[in-house]
Structure formats: C-alpha cells, structure tokens
C-alpha cells in the first residue's frame, strides 16, 4: 500500500459516521422503479449528495425514469467507471421484516433497510471514495465517470437505448458494477461476468368472471390448464424440456472451470442459509454445485396466481390463473430466442390458448480477464488485504453488464464488501457499518491501482 492511499484510507476511517449517516439518508428514501413511490424524491436526493462532494450530475431523459450522469477528470487518462441504480425492489412481504424496510435501523453495528445492499451501497460508496480523494488531495487518481440508472429492479427497460444515444458517455477501461462481496474472514471476491435472463409472464383466462366451484365439474379451471402447461417444460430430474432450449449453449471452457477451485462457496453455509434440508439432486459437491450455479441455465416460477388466497374458505371456480417465470440464461444464449422457443413449446403441447408476454431479457455477458482494468482492481485489492481474490468468471444471478459493454467489450467487475447472506430482494435486507466502509477504502484502492495503468 502507498503513502499516497494510505493518507485517503486515514480520512474514511476519521470520517466513517459522516459516510454512514449518507447511506442511511438515501436508504431512508424509498425508490420503488415498479410503482414509480418516491422516485423523483430520489433523483433529487441522489443529485443532492452528488453536489456534496463536489459532483455536478446531468439528467439525462429515457422513455423511463432518467440516468443520472457525471463525470469526474483525474490526474491520469485512465478512466475509472461505475454503474449503480437508485431503484430498489418491493419490500413485501412486509410482515417479514423485524423494522421498517426505510427506517434503516441500526442494530448491532447492522443496517437494515431495503436497498441497503442492492444497490444504495454501492452508489453511496462511489461518492464516499470521490469525497475521501478530493478531500484528502484535491483531484482524483483516475478519471471517473458515473452512470446511476432507476429502472434495475424492473429489468432496466430503457438502459439499451440510452445506451446506444450515447456511446460516448459509456467509454472507460472498466466499470465497477453493484455487488461485490467479502464474507468475514474470507477473501475478496471478484465476479467478471453475469449469467442472462429471460422474464416472462404467462396466462390463461377460462371464462369472464368467477364461478361456483360446484361447475368445476363440468367447466374448466385456469389454473389447472397453467399447471399442466407447466408441467411440460420440466421434467422429474429438473431437466428442461423445451426443445432447442439447450442448443446454442457456449459451454465453459478449462479457465472457467480453474477458477472454480478458489471459490469461497461453502455448501453447508449456504444450505443453512436457505434454510432447504438438501440441494437439487441430492448434490454436496462443491465444483458440482459451483458449476451448476455459475454455468447451468434454469427455468424458475416466481409466483403462481389464481382464484381466492385469502383467510378463511371461498368454495370458487377461478376465472384466470397467471405466472411469472425467470430464466437464467448462459452465454450463447439469446433471450429473444428463448421467448419463441417456449411459445412453439406451449404451441406444440396443445396448450396455444397460454398467452406469453415478455417482461424483460439480457444476455449474459463475461469479462476480458486479461484487460488492465481486471489486472488493477486484483492488483489493488491483494495489496489492500495481503491475500489473493477469490476471481469468478461469472456470477449466478442478472444485472445489465451486456447493455453497457459487449459492443466496445469493456470489462465489468462485481467487488465489495457484502456478504451472499445479506438478504437482498427479501425482507430484513441488510449490510454491516464495517462492511459499507470497507467497500469505500476498496474503491479508492481500485481508483489509485488503475491510474498506474
């Protein structure tokens, strides 16, 4: 570690509550994308701690809600960029949670709120690590750009055509994407890469309204079709049953599967955390369940809607039954092609009166791990910690990496300091003070390694 950085790294530790008292007030905003509560509030509170530390941000309109830009000169020509997202995801179901999902308590040295995590962490630590620069010396190591969208939760719907009016807004050796973790004890990790998605809704609608469920006998029920539709895209083993589902599938190659051997998954740890007595297939391998994780596509219900599901009994035959399904997706694979694919499936079966509708869909994207924006960020954070990363090619859940960089292939990189278990998109999402300011001092290690570049 430098002198130079050591100096910042002294500032965030003198001034951690000052930082922490700004994570709490953007937590304390609601910023639901899906409703649209508390978004302009947001912008202008986003925009508000942007000028705090010394940022002037420009709104820039999308057919959603804007992207909030900046841009930061620095003493080097590299140039250091972050994706971030002031939207968050709903907090239901609210009787879960143990505090207020915006009161953002502290207990025990823990925030809990929701977006704590998911990605107002991330978005207050990029300003956090600007502020300890330019207070500690006046100027930025690098140059950095900022790039704060509000529509992550819903699929980021308008992120491709902002995307592709400005280009030149995009360009950068590398961007620090939300997520990141490091587990207590354990090294830092860090993810190049994410899997695709596909969302979709499906529907089927029997009759015009509701009946007495004494004509279930001679009438048929939506959610049995929805069932049985179901039924046939999967089958006993978990296979998917879609024909040509599989076909375009880049499978990983030897590198990928190395990095598998110095991943910090703990199967038990992870099996308590979901609280489940096994995972599929009865598997406990680690490099089984890893590459299952990382590199096997999936076909998963959301949520299933029909009829009555309130307290009590309600004796009716429903008139309409929906689901919502996610597919992640592996490279190779096109969202767009998946949609067709499972509508000629549901066709095919019989079952052509499902209706399809198209949510959302990214494809996976991975990382130039050869890139010096890749060579910096493991550079500075095995100085920073004195111990190797725990490097993944790719990461088992979605975000829009392949929107932002697969046309230039800029590298995107998921590194901070949370933890798998902090209950992101769930009730009594959190995240450790400590944590929130280790995820500052890495990012100024990050901006100080890239500028050597």
């Known amino acids: 570690m430098t002198p130079r950085l050591q100096k910042v790294l002294d500032y965030i530790q003198e001034h951690q509550q000052e930082y922490i008292d700004m994570l709490l007030e953007l937590c304390r905003q609601p910023s639901l994308a899906g409703t649209g509560e508390g978004i302009p509030e947001m912008i202008e509170l986003v925009q508000k701690k942007m000028r705090s530390v010394g940022v002037e941000p420009t709104l820039i309109p999308t057919d959603g809600n804007p992207v909030i830009y900046a841009e930061i000169k620095g003493e080097s020509d590299r140039t250091y960029g972050c994706y971030d997202h002031y939207d968050v995801q709903p907090v239901d179901p609210i009787e879960l949670w143990d505090s207020d999902p915006f009161a953002a308590e502290i207990r025990d040295g823990v925030i809990y709120a929701r ?190 809607t029909s009829g009555f599901q309130g307290d009590g009994s309600k004796t009716v035959l429903p008139s309409e039954a929906s689901v919502k399904i996610d597919f992640r997706l592996v490279p190779g694979m096109d969202p767009k092609k998946i949609f067709q694919l499972v509508r000629e499936h549901l066709d095919r079966h019989g079952f052509s009166d499902v209706e399809l ?34 490097l993944k090619v790719s990461s088992g859940g979605t975000s829009p990496m392949h929107t932002f960089c697969h046309q230039t292939n800029i590298p995107a990189g998921m590194f901070g300091a949370s933890s798998a278990t902090a209950n992101i998109h769930a009730p009594n999402e959190h995240l450790a003070c400590s944590a929130f300011i280790e995820m500052i001092r890495i990012n100024c290690a990050v901006m100080e390694e890239l500028s050597q570049y």
């Open 115 to 304: 977006g704590v995590a998911d990605n107002k962490d991330g978005l207050a630590t990029r300003l956090c690590a600007i502020d300890a620069w330019m207070k500690t010396y006046g100027k930025l190591p690098c140059n950095v750009k900022l790039i704060f969208e509000g529509e992550e939760e819903i699929g980021s719907p308008n992120l491709e055509p902002f995307a592709k009016a400005h280009p030149e807004l995009l360009e950068c050796d590398g961007y620090v994407w939300e997520g990141g973790e490091k587990e207590e004890g354990g090294p830092c990790e860090v993810t190049m890469g994410v899997k695709g998605l596909l969302y979709v809704h499906m529907k089927v609608r029997t009759a015009p309204g509701d009946a007495h469920s004494m004509y279930a006998a001679i009438a048929p029920n939506p959610a049995w079709r929805l069932v049985q539709a179901l039924a046939t895209m999967k089958d006993e083993a978990g296979n998917i049953t879609i024909d040509g589902f599989y076909d375009d599938i880049i499978p990983p190659s030897e590198t990928d599967l190395s990095f598998l051997d110095g991943d910090p998954f703990d199967p038990e740890k992870t099996r308590q955390y979901l609280g489940i007595e096994q995972f599929l297939g009865g598997k406990t391998d680690q490099k089984e369940l890893l590459k299952d994780l990382y590199f096997k596509p999936t076909c998963n219900i959301c949520g299933l």
């Open 357 to 390: 509708i198209w949510d959302s869909g990214e494809p996976a994207f991975r990382s130039n791990l050869e890139a010096p924006f890749t060579k910096a960020v493991i550079g500075a954070l095995e100085k920073l910690y004195d111990q190797p990363v725990a």
